[in-house]
């Protein structure tokens, strides 16, 4: 299993947490979503099929896109 910490600048509310934890929850292989609204913070463990990339993509669609490292 991997774990991916991700940095989310869009995320500022309980709803943004809902909105991370639901449509990252649904991808593939995705076992847990974490998402901490006061650090704007995501950890995401997955497994394949899931990937790092997928996932980061998921989330630019969704309107979080991670804030680059």
């Known amino acids: 299993m991997?774990?991916?910490n991700l940095t989310l600048p869009?995320?500022?509310c309980g709803h943004c947490?809902?909105?991370v934890e639901r449509e990252v929850g649904a991808v593939d292989g995705v076992?847990?979503?974490v998402v901490t609204v006061e650090?704007?913070?995501?950890?995401i463990e997955y497994a394949g099929?899931?990937?790092n990339d997928g996932?980061?993509?998921?989330?630019?669609e969704i309107g979080?896109?991670?804030k680059d490292a």
């Open 55 to 60: 996932i980061e993509t998921v989330l630019t």
């Open 2 to 4: 991997d774990t991916l």
């Open 39 to 43: 650090n704007k913070r995501a950890v």
């Open 17 to 19: 947490k809902m909105s």
């Open 64 to 66: 979080y896109p991670p």
């Open 10 to 12: 869009a995320v500022t």
């Open 31 to 33: 076992v847990s979503v």
């Open 49 to 51: 099929p899931a990937t």
